[in-house]
């Protein structure tokens, strides 16, 4: 995967391999190291990670900014750190 199509991003994780509630206890995990405004991509995949890992992030008072689908069927959430 070329990284120069990323959007631009502090930090990236991948969590296609996790299920819940592991994939948020992830996120969150990352999301605590990082400075308030800076950008987390998370890569994911499955229906549950893509309804529950967006609206845990708002609920812990982060910003879900984009969700792009990516070729290879997996899915890049952009969070931005609240």
């Known amino acids: 995967m070329m990284t120069s199509s990323l959007p631009a991003h502090h930090k990236a994780i991948d969590i296609t391999a996790e299920t819940c509630p592991m994939t948020f206890v992830r996120t969150r995990l990352a999301l605590d190291t990082m400075q308030s405004g800076e950008i987390l991509l998370v890569r994911l995949q499955g229906a549950d990670p893509l309804a529950n890992v ?29």
Not at 62 to 70: I, K, V
Request: aromatic share 4%.
């Open 54 to 82: 967006p609206r845990a992030a708002a609920d812990q008072g982060h910003d879900p900014l984009d969700l792009l689908e990516q070729p290879d069927g997996t899915w890049l959430l952009v969070i931005q750190k609240g």
